[in-house]
């Protein structure tokens, strides 16, 4: 299989033509955010264009073709992840929006005692909404920790027990890049009768990603990390379990019929989809998800390791580099966090800005694991389709002469 050139594609990507600071600019924030490639904007001017209307509501034409285009990009979803159906296929506003309206979906069912399980690697919106729901109802969050820079597998298994009744994980870290083994884990989950959810924002981007193989009970991920526009992003629960959850947004879409003093709900997905949805968005995602499907995401993930092997063994050239995460490649996916010896990541980023180098520094909201890792922030250089092995190199030549320019000789 030959690998993605991103050479190819970034006549797709305008934006990445350009300069900052006098300088081509290279574009290594896409775990952040990614670029759009043109189909996906035109595909929303051609709605605002040419159909603007709001869905399910009209019986005139353009009512029908906004309608007709929002429940295609809902299907091209489903195919995309091997939903069973896309009834499983829920629009939300992004991961941060599915994973709290799961959170509290799944409130009613945590009592005093029970447990919901998550990593000490995970983004705070796979953190804040579990602890939210547990201050609620008196359940307990328990944190699974680290074993050679990888989720500790035994300390998985060690604290799965009857009480456990979510676990909620990420399928790849946003600051370690590392791929945690869902499959394996899905098992052991459904073995104590817990809910496997599954922050999908990193590797839904990346890698092939299936539901039924994965054997999940919930994913939830954005479209502006995997091409798509900002405000739309993906919640997908097993239709058995979407059917048995209430509903914890009410209004207009979601309804059935209303009484003056209740109501009853309509069918999946519209009954968790309340109000206006973002039609414009889920089309964008429904043509990112063409775009992708078109490069072939076996192709992307081949590429994506080929990148970040060189890009590994570039850093690793840098003297001073301190990349976090386990001592090797494997697992890696997309990303690679890291800290230049002596000197602060924001000093850093903005040294690498000067250089036409786009690069993200912080807590990447994950500062449990950052303060578990005993490091206040790090640098992150995360890459995508459109990046190149030149992308690379210039990252690696920026880092040296931002070491020369603190070290006074510059
Ligand atoms: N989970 C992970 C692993 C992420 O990387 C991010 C975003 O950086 C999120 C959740 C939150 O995504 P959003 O801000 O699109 O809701």
Same mark, same amino acid.
């Given at each position: 299989?030959?690998?993605?050139?991103?050479?190819?594609?970034?006549?797709?990507?305008?934006?990445?033509?350009?300069?900052?600071?006098?300088?081509?600019?290279?574009?290594?924030?896409?775990?952040?955010?990614?670029?759009?490639?043109?189909?996906?904007?035109?595909?929303?001017?051609?709605?605002?264009?040419?159909?603007?209307?709001?869905?399910?509501?009209?019986?005139?034409?353009?009512?029908?073709?906004?309608?007709?285009?929002?429940?295609?990009?809902?299907?091209?979803?489903?195919?995309?992840?091997?939903?069973?159906? *896309?009834?499983?296929?829920?629009?939300?506003?992004?991961?941060?929006?599915?994973?709290?309206?799961?959170?509290?979906?799944?409130?009613?069912? =945590?009592?005093?005692?029970?447990?919901?399980?998550?990593?000490?690697?995970?983004?705070?919106?796979?953190?804040?909404?579990?602890?939210?729901?547990?201050?609620?109802?008196?359940?307990?969050?328990?944190?699974?920790?680290?074993?050679?820079?990888?989720?500790?597998?035994?300390?998985?298994?060690?604290?799965?027990? &009857?009480?456990?009744?979510?676990?909620?994980?990420?399928?790849?870290?946003?600051?370690?890049?590392?791929?945690? &083994?869902?499959?394996?884990?899905?098992?052991?989950?459904?073995?104590?009768?817990?809910? =496997?959810?599954?922050?999908?924002?990193?590797?839904?981007?990346?890698?092939?990603? +299936?539901?039924?193989?994965?054997?999940?009970?919930?994913?939830?991920?954005?479209?502006?990390?995997?091409?798509?526009?900002?405000?739309?992003?993906?919640?997908?629960?097993?239709?058995?379990?979407?059917?048995?959850?209430?509903?914890?947004?009410?209004?207009?879409?979601?309804?059935?019929?209303?009484? *003056?003093?209740?109501?009853?709900?309509?069918?999946?997905?519209?009954?968790?989809?309340?109000?206006?949805?973002?039609?414009?968005?889920?089309?964008? =995602?429904?043509?990112?998800? +063409?775009?992708?499907?078109?490069?072939?995401?076996?192709?992307?993930?081949?590429?994506?390791?080929? =990148?970040?092997?060189?890009?590994?063994?570039?850093?690793?050239?840098?003297?001073?580099?301190?990349?976090?995460?386990?001592?090797?490649?494997?697992?890696?996916?997309?990303?690679?966090?890291?800290?230049?010896?002596?000197?602060?990541?924001?000093?850093?980023?903005?040294?690498?800005?000067?250089?036409?180098?786009?690069?993200?520094?912080?807590?990447?909201?994950?500062?449990?694991?950052?303060?578990?890792?005993?490091?206040?922030?790090?640098?992150?250089?995360?890459?995508?389709?459109?990046?190149?092995?030149?992308?690379?190199?210039?990252?690696?030549?920026?880092? *040296?002469?931002?070491?020369?320019?603190?070290?006074?000789?510059?």
């Amino acid at each position: 299989m030959q690998p993605i050139d991103g050479r190819q594609i970034q006549k797709d990507f305008p934006i990445l033509d350009q300069q900052v600071h006098d300088e081509d600019l290279v574009y290594l924030d896409s775990a952040a955010t990614s670029q759009k490639p043109c189909a996906v904007i035109e595909a929303m001017d051609r709605y605002y264009q040419e159909i603007n209307a709001n869905v399910h509501r009209g019986v005139h034409s353009l009512g029908e073709s906004a309608t007709q285009a929002y429940e295609e990009a809902r299907r091209k979803v489903a195919s995309f992840i091997g939903a069973a159906s *896309e009834r499983e296929v829920i629009f939300t506003r992004g991961t941060t929006t599915g994973l709290n309206h799961l959170a509290r979906m799944l409130e009613p069912q =945590l009592f005093p005692g029970d447990e919901v399980l998550i990593s000490i690697m995970e983004h705070h919106s796979n953190i804040v909404p579990w602890q939210q729901v547990c201050q609620r109802t008196g359940a307990k969050l328990v944190y699974v920790y680290l074993k050679d820079g990888r989720l500790d597998l035994d300390d998985v298994k060690a604290k799965l027990n &009857p009480a456990t009744q979510v676990v909620s994980l990420a399928h790849v870290s946003n600051v370690l890049g590392i791929e945690n &083994p869902i499959a394996e884990i899905a098992d052991w989950v459904h073995d104590v009768g817990a809910y =496997l959810v599954v922050d999908g924002a990193q590797s839904v981007p990346h890698l092939p990603v +299936d539901v039924q193989q994965l054997e999940v009970d919930f994913l939830v991920f954005s479209g502006h990390k995997m091409m798509g526009p900002t405000g739309i992003g993906v919640l997908y629960g097993k239709e058995s379990h979407l059917k048995e959850l209430e509903p914890v947004e009410f209004g207009g879409e979601m309804i059935d019929f209303v009484f *003056e003093q209740e109501s009853t709900w309509t069918d999946l997905p519209w009954k968790l989809e309340a109000g206006t949805p973002p039609i414009a968005e889920a089309i964008g =995602l429904g043509a990112a998800v +063409d775009y992708l499907n078109d490069l072939g995401m076996d192709r992307l993930a081949a590429q994506d390791k080929d =990148l970040l092997a060189y890009l590994w063994r570039g850093l690793q050239s840098v003297e001073g580099v301190e990349i976090y995460g386990p001592p090797s490649l494997e697992g890696r996916t997309g990303l690679i966090s890291f800290n230049l010896e002596g000197l602060h990541p924001h000093d850093v980023a903005t040294a690498l800005d000067y250089e036409g180098v786009a690069v993200r520094a912080g807590h990447h909201c994950a500062q449990p694991l950052l303060s578990y890792l005993g490091v206040g922030a790090t640098l992150r250089a995360s890459l995508y389709a459109y990046n190149t092995k030149e992308d690379c190199d210039r990252l690696v030549q920026a880092l *040296e002469k931002t070491k020369e320019f603190f070290n006074g000789t510059f």
